[in-house]
């Protein structure tokens, strides 16, 4: 079986899926090529995983300062150039198209009649999930920034819905260092995090961005991005503060890591992603750099683990077996290796409560 797999690359939360993914999807004796977009070859790293790999520019969203630029959006992205990619994208050869959320891949797919499967996050929309009010233009680009013929939606709760649980590498927890807290907010000044963190001494911040070298002021490491020493450090700190993606929050449920989240300011998604964790009761979500709640938020205790199923072995024998197999029975079967360490809350709403420690 030939796969064409293409991964969204912006941001790092689908390359972490795919990181999960291709091994047990290789395992399965599947044979696949890799088509990244969403930013320059050059900004990858440890990429010996996906060898051999090809790259777009693609589509993809602009964020400064924490906040979604409309405008640089809809300016900085290159429709022609797309087009133009769309049609020498050849995907007749392979027998499926996986698209985590991949636009390229997807519509050349769809053009070219090439059976197609997105396994996403972003799929998970497409189902009665925690959604805030508004933003029906963020809701068209997610119904349509990626279709594929099949949708396999991933959230960290079932919500009486045919999706699945997260798809994160195995990880084993280590003994917890009291006050170290992991950073990685990688859509917000390195400057601005710098003064957000600056004043709560007794604390060892490690702030991953994308920066050339390590650099130490006192109680804080800013470190380059790295996969390896990242989640080497992931699996003994005692929380982390992050911007709402998907993934990361995903690895922190999943090792008991308390989270403190600030979403982009008008990013549909990462608001969806807060307003989960907050009817789920497991993080504290901040709209501003305030450092009121994150002084409140760092003497809170750790969470109890979330022990997910192996998602990458369910999805690759689903896919090797020809997707027989229908969503409704795939999610059933793999929910019900999941016992909730909590419960969710289905009258909260869909407005955020900035601020609420949890």
């Keep these: 079986m030939k796969v064409l797999y293409g991964i969204q690359g912006t941001g ?3 390359l972490a899926r795919a990181r999960a993914l291709v091994p047990a999807l290789r395992a399965a004796g599947i044979d696949m090529d890799f088509v990244f977009t969403g930013r320059p070859r050059e900004d990858y790293f440890n990429m010996e995983l996906f060898e051999g790999f090809d790259c777009y520019r693609g589509l993809s969203l602009i964020v400064e300062r924490g906040k979604l630029q409309h405008l640089h959006t809809m300016t900085r992205n290159n429709i022609f150039e797309f087009a133009g990619d769309l049609k020498k994208l050849n995907t007749r050869d392979y027998d499926l198209v996986i698209s985590d959320f991949e636009p390229l891949t997807a519509w050349a797919a769809k053009l070219q009649g090439t059976p197609s499967v997105g396994i996403s996050h972003q799929k998970a929309f497409d189902y009665d999930v925690p959604k805030v009010s508004g933003y029906w233009g963020s809701r068209a680009i997610l119904r349509s920034f990626a279709p594929t013929a099949m949708r396999v939606g991933l959230h960290w709760h079932h919500f009486n819905q045919p999706i699945l649980p997260p798809l994160i590498e195995p990880m084993s927890p280590q003994p917890v260092i009291a006050n170290k807290i992991l950073v990685y907010m990688g859509f917000e000044a390195v400057d601005d995090i710098v003064q957000f963190l600056n004043p709560f001494v007794d604390y060892n911040f490690l702030v991953y961005a994308k ?10 490491h800013i470190k380059p991005l790295s996969h390896t ?5 992931l699996l003994d700190c005692f929380g982390v503060i992050s911007n709402a993606g998907f993934e990361l929050s995903s690895e922190c449920l999943a090792l008991g890591k308390k989270v403190l989240i600030k979403p982009l300011l ?11 964790l907050q009817s789920l009761n497991r993080g504290t979500v901040i709209q501003s750099l305030d450092q009121a709640v994150l002084e409140k938020w760092l003497e809170l205790p750790g969470h109890e683990r979330i022990l997910y199923p192996d998602v990458a072995f369910g999805l690759a024998s689903w896919i090797k077996d020809g997707r027989q197999q229908s969503l409704q029975e795939l999610a059933t079967s793999m929910w019900a290796a999941c016992d909730f360490p909590f419960s969710y809350d289905e009258r909260f709403g869909k407005s955020l409560l900035s601020g609420f420690i949890t």
């Design 229 to 233: 020493e990242f989640h080497r450090d």
């Design 12 to 14: 790092n939360g689908h």
């Design 266 to 276: 008008g990013q549909y998604e990462q608001l969806c992603n807060a307003l989960a």
């Design 211 to 220: 920066v050339e070298r390590e650099t130490v002021l006192g109680h804080i």
